[in-house]
């Protein structure tokens, strides 16, 4: 069934929203409002929800409820009471990140006229308007076109074929082109009238309305990442001047507010029309009024945070003011909605935003008691078929293991989830080479892989797969993206570099200091901690020295490596396309872009193996920490009571301090001596 259009639904988010349906026979209309009103409109965000639907984990097949947007809606029913004024608003990355969005996507694509999960929860939410992160691009510009029920003039999609269902909001999307007409693949902008009850100079209550203008952005990048499916056909612009050439249109089209929704973060290099995070520029554009930011799954404001984008010149991270702007980030997979109460005062002519009154906070659904808020059941209820579809299919079992494969320990050196992903790529790599690539077929084969999951969005945020019976789910769970298997030509001296990025994972430690230092430096994600796994490799990580100068004794078949000796090196679309920022990285490397999927690969390796062993895959340990004698403890944070994982793993240097580390989020505090 098609989705009702946008103007349909509209009686029925205004009732959402706090305000009265209008009668049958004669529309409300919003009169203007005397000079001196005042309201407040309040801005809801959710961002990265990547298609976390309910509070449940398809990895681990079992309820996760510190995840979900049917959480979420607790948090949105509870800010629409408080501000009746609302409007809700989702940032993007939204489609993909669970097995639920693989199934639909990928094992049983929706028809024409389905709704995404996702989706129909938003509509049932009553979502005012979204904008599109780089994940909405993963599986493609056709699956893209019809599940937005767009319909896109590109290669790849066909312009015959019907408009499908989308969702029921305005998706907006400004610094994406099409090649083929050079005009945004989205509409770069939307203007809601959005009725609202203020308060006049009398202090009566007074209808009016207000125009908001949303416009979003996605990260430039994306034309690396997944160069494979965009190439040829789309182009981006840069975040700055796409909002200074729209920002004006938008004005003269009536909008007395302009909110950005922008996928991504901030940073504060100098400007460019390709950067990732360039929202601490956009911020600077005139006519910006407030900002949803993302991408980077991060908490803001956070007066506690360490990150460091949100310690640049001109951010508050206690306020929530980036160069002056009220700005939100909502964390990722529905365990935040962000709040920003614009405080409006009328001037007689329009709204304009009195900034000392505005508030911004991030709301979690983790409770002060460390409880969770309630889900909407009606959310569970509206999905229940796709969510019994998806545990079905992720169960099926392709293959055993006999030990348990874990990133608890990924960071002191456990490659017991990580060297069965290596073998899959360079197993394939090398196949590929040899049937179609004979040219480089003498050159050796190696494979890099990195842990995905580190903790990063909680205590139960790890990698986990149980010995016996392995099926697709855990796959997915030792894989979590949909990338794409890419091969790469580098030598030793670059192998090696690419090493050295990777280890700035690590804080640098400075073995005279009596006090704890940390290990991990958390502003470098797990997903860039590549690592070899490989009988033929080996070397050490020294973490006493500055990033960039940690790498030693690096030997390949036990002599000192050449810097000149070439390699195949197998990897995944992002990072040889330049995710990461690693050197060399940059796509130019690129010998062979498989159409295949790491995961489906991966999968097929499990198959072909069919019985997993310790010793065959899951032990190849290239990498060791360099020696070095502490004066203090150096310690590091993880699920508690896993010291025996360690120790299967063959890891004997690590032991657990302390079952809780105090911080309130149920880690483990660990050190690990590094003079073993």
């Known amino acids: ?302 007066a506690a945070s360490t990150v460091p984008q949100f310690n640049l010149p001109g951010v508050d991270k206690a306020r929530g003011l980036v160069n002056g702007v009220p700005t939100v980030m909502a964390n990722l997979w529905g365990k935040h909605l962000g709040v920003i109460g614009l405080s409006l005062r009328h001037d007689g002519k329009q709204w304009t935003i009195d900034k000392r009154a505005t508030t911004v906070e991030a709301r979690g659904i983790q409770n002060a008691d460390k409880s969770y808020v309630a889900p909407d059941a009606a959310i569970a209820r509206l999905v229940a078929e796709e969510h019994a579809a998806t545990i079905a299919y992720v169960q099926t079992p392709v293959g055993a293991t006999d030990f348990r494969m874990s990133t608890y320990f990924a960071d002191v050196g456990d490659v017991s989830a990580i060297e069965v992903v290596n073998q899959a790529q360079a197993g394939y790599l090398a196949a590929y080479v040899k049937a179609n690539l004979p040219q480089y077929a003498h050159l050796p084969v190696l494979s890099m892989s990195s842990p995905f999951k580190s903790g990063s969005a909680g205590v139960s945020d790890y990698t986990d797969v149980k010995a016996g019976n392995v099926a697709l789910n855990n796959a997915a769970d030792l894989y979590l993206y949909p990338n794409a298997l890419y091969g790469v030509k580098m030598n030793g001296a670059e192998l090696k570099a690419w090493l050295e990025q990777s280890a700035r994972r690590f804080n640098t430690i400075d073995p005279n200091k009596l006090e704890a230092q940390e290990l991990v430096n958390t502003a470098h994600p797990s997903y860039n901690f590549d690592a070899i796994t490989s009988a033929d490799v080996r070397y050490q990580i020294d973490v006493t020295q500055p990033p960039g100068q940690r790498i030693k004794g690096l030997t390949y078949k036990g002599k000192p490596m050449d810097a000149s000796q070439e390699f195949l090196i197998a990897t995944n679309n992002y990072r040889a396309s330049g995710g990461g920022n690693f050197p060399g990285l940059d796509g130019s490397k690129t010998v062979v872009a498989s159409p295949d999927n790491n995961r489906e690969l991966l999968i097929a390796y499990v198959t072909q193996e069919k019985n997993l062993t310790r010793a065959k895959n899951g032990s190849a340990r290239s990498w060791r920490f360099a020696k070095a004698a502490t004066k203090g403890p150096v310690v590091f944070h993880s699920a508690p009571h896993m010291i025996e994982l360690a120790q299967a793993a063959g890891i004997g240097n690590v032991t657990q301090i302390k079952p809780d580390d105090g911080a309130g989020k149920g880690f483990a505090l660990y050190q690990v001596d590094l003079s073993k």
Not at 1 to 13: K, Y
Not at 30 to 35: D, E, L, V
Not at 174 to 203: C, E, M, W
Not at 254 to 281: F, K, W
């Open 1 to 302: 069934m098609r989705q009702l259009p946008r103007l349909a639904l509209l009686p029925l988010l205004l009732a959402g929203c706090g305000a009265l349906p209008p009668a049958a026979h004669e529309p409300v209309r919003a009169m203007a409002a005397p000079a001196g009103s005042s309201a407040t409109l309040a801005l809801l965000e959710t961002t990265d929800l990547h298609a976390n639907v309910l509070s449940y984990d398809y990895y681990k097949l079992q309820a996760e409820p510190s995840i979900g947007l049917e959480r979420t809606a607790a948090l949105i029913a509870q800010a629409r009471a408080q501000f009746p004024n609302n409007l809700l608003l989702d940032n993007g990355d939204t489609i993909q990140g669970t097995a639920l969005a693989d199934y639909q996507a990928l094992v049983k694509p929706l028809a024409c006229d389905q709704t995404l999960a996702i989706y129909k929860a938003m509509n049932l939410l009553k979502v005012d308007g979204g904008g599109i992160g780089n994940h909405e691009f993963n599986y493609g510009l056709a699956f893209l076109s019809q599940v937005t029920g767009n319909q896109f003039d590109v290669d790849s999609v066909d312009a015959g074929k019907p408009r499908c269902a989308g969702p029921a909001f305005p998706q907006v999307l400004a610094n994406v082109y099409s090649v083929r007409t050079g005009k945004p693949l989205f509409a770069p902008y939307h203007i809601i009238d959005k009725q609202i009850t203020a308060a006049g100079p009398d202090g009566k209550p007074v209808t009016s309305s207000v125009k908001v203008g949303i416009i979003s952005f996605a990260p430039p990048t994306i034309m690396a990442w997944d160069k494979r499916w965009l190439e040829g056909r789309v182009y981006t612009q840069g975040v700055r001047e796409t909002a200074e050439k729209f920002i004006p249109e938008m004005r003269a089209r009536g909008a007395e507010l302009v909110v950005a929704i922008s996928h991504g973060g901030l940073d504060d290099s100098p400007y460019s029309p390709t950067m990732e995070n360039g929202n601490y520029y956009l911020s600077q554009v005139p006519g910006v009024d407030a900002m949803l930011i993302g991408h980077s799954h991060q908490l803001f404001p956070n």
